[in-house]
């Protein structure tokens, strides 16, 4: 689970006079640093270089007896597929292996729906007057961005230490039909680390929907990005669907886009089997066969469930220090006056720093003009639309060490600025 850090007004912010002094000399630095997205560093990538060496001259045959040179094979190759369905908790028949994008496959699912709409859709969706789709906030940018790529209309609902308010989601999902959908990162979410707990799988599988067609997408991206010895596991929400009587209602999806290479992955789906076969049904006019000397590769160089885990605990090795850092200097920095909280995650790829309510983009412009570039204000809600305007996602995992720890001190000299710039005004 993420603690969040709330820092209670026991000190008094350094005069303006001070802080401005102290912004001049941080602009004076000429830093040119950049915490905006979540992506592996080069030390990352370059655990898995062995990879590209694989499969070889000569090796091609995979788990199944296919030969992963050819056309076919639609479901993706049998060996990295076994390997995840067991980190997925998934059965094997129902996990496909994609291309490398894992978002490629969301879009690819809401666009099927769009267009053709689900067995048990009414219609598809494009001749509804209106879809709504829940969106819990905090959230990923890119998720909102492909619901405003459909026009569908999004619904934020907060997110909770625990995952999305259930009860909200709950209340929203009962009585409208037109809601027919929703976000979920259950493990380490972006950005604020939550991690799903049992009874709120269970409450959002179970619950009545108003719509017949209504849809999780499970996106499961950070299922084994562990920071810490407590390597949590979320719950299995396709079982939990399944008993809860809806067997079609969660859609999983998950990558090795930050276990291997962000830009040659393996991404995955599953579900029930109706869910796959629909989904195999529409992929199959627009695809004759993934990748699979990737998938090969991949399966190749894990070896095994086991594998993975391993070498996951050399991304933690070069990822922690950094996620520390992060939390120590706003600890140090901010700690005390009151005018920010943060995340401490304890997996994935972000750091969640809630900034004075109505300071964010000040924060983010600031920094900017600094040298540091952070993730536009906003980005974490529906239509970059963050109605406090509070909240900053800090992604530290590229730059290096020495880099997060002189980006972090500068970010927190934003944040007193802009806060005093507040409370002076
Ligand atoms: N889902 C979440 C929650 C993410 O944070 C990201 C990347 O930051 C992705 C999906 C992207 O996944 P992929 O690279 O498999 O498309």
Redesign the pocket.
Known sequence: MTTTTSSHTIATLPALPELQQAYAELQAKGLRLDLTR?KPSAEQLDLAEPMLALPGIGVHADDSGTDARNYGGLDGGLAIRRIFAELLDVPVEQLLAGGN????LMHDVVSFAELFGFPESPRPWAREEKVRWICPVPG?D?HFTVCEAFGIEMVPVPMTPDGPDAAAVAALVATDPTIKGMWV?PTYS?PDGAVLTDDVARALVSMPAAAPDFRILW?N?YAVHHLTDDEVTSPNAIALAAEAGHPDRVILFA?T?KITF?GS?V?FLGSSPANVAWYKKHLSAASIGPDKLNHLRHAMFFGSADGVREHMRKHRAILAPKFEAVVEILAERLGGYGVASWTEPKGG?FVSLDVAPGTASRVVQLAKEAGIALTPAGATYPYGRDPENKNVRLAPSMPPLDEVRTAMDGVATCVLLAAAETITS
């Open positions: 979540g994008a894992s978002l490629t990923y890119r990162v972006n996106d991206a990558s886009s962000a992955g991404a790829y």
